[in-house]
């Protein structure tokens, strides 16, 4: 069945290190692949997506992306969270070539300590 | 930059009662959905609208639900009789491809949080 994973609820970090969120995914082929964000009380905001070519991509807010075919991983990184990056975050993904509807991961909880 | 909009932010009703969730998509879109996220759990596909008529819907989307573009700015969700398990919050999309023209990237608005009791 087609799915989408994020394996860690909550991550705690502290401001200023580093953070990897993980994402995998099960498709039959290599879907488009989102990642948002939602801040407490807020809507979701896109922070990037990937559709085909350079597996690295950039996004916003200094949020950055990287598809892994062999591992069927899309995980999010920043190199230094802030405290503002406190907030929920989803991959989402979308069958490729279509325009069908996105499939949402359970989130991670990003909590931003001192 | 454009944006969904969605009224009201934060609607209470007694159970039974009819709701009507408004939203205006970004204008030049082809394609409206309906997600909802109760509390603590994952944002789930309810319905998408395409072309005046119903693309898909999920089995979460019973007859209690309608969706409607009653004008060409407006997408309204109703409940006919809402029930304790709709409390959630109702988010709207739009996107602006058409079928089979590429991938689907989905604006979202901020949401409307029904509470039921």
């Known amino acids: 069945a087609q799915s989408v994973t994020q394996p860690d609820i909550h991550i705690t970090v502290s401001e200023g290190a580093s953070l990897e969120l993980r994402c995998n995914y099960s498709?039959?082929?290599?879907?488009?692949l989102f990642w948002y964000v939602q801040s407490p009380g807020q809507g979701l905001q896109l922070l990037l997506k990937y559709f085909s070519g350079d597996t690295l991509v950039q996004g916003i807010k200094g949020f950055e992306a990287e598809f892994k075919r062999s591992q069927s991983s899309f995980n999010l990184r920043k190199p230094s969270v802030h405290w503002s990056d406190a907030a929920e975050y989803f991959c989402?993904?979308?069958?490729?070539?279509?325009?069908?509807?996105?499939?949402f991961g359970t989130g991670t909880k990003l909590q931003v300590i001192p | 930059e454009p944006e969904v909009t969605q009224t009201p932010s934060h609607q209470v009703t007694q159970m039974g009662q009819e709701v009507i969730l408004r939203c205006v998509p970004i204008?030049?879109?082809?394609?409206f959905y309906w997600y909802r996220q109760i509390l603590g759990q994952k944002v789930e596909f309810l319905v998408s609208f395409y072309n005046n008529e119903i693309s898909e819907k999920s089995e979460i989307f019973d007859d209690q639900f309608s969706v409607e573009r009653p004008d060409g700015s407006n997408f309204t969700l109703k409940i006919r009789s809402t029930k304790l398990e709709d409390s959630a919050m109702y988010f709207c999309a739009s996107s602006p491809k058409g079928q089979g023209s590429g991938a689907n990237v989905l604006t979202f608005g901020a949401g409307s949080r029904l509470t039921v009791l």
């Open positions: 498709y039959g082929a290599t879907p488009y």
């Open positions: 989402a993904v979308v069958p490729s070539g279509g325009y069908q509807k996105v499939t």
């Open positions: 204008s030049n879109h082809l394609y």
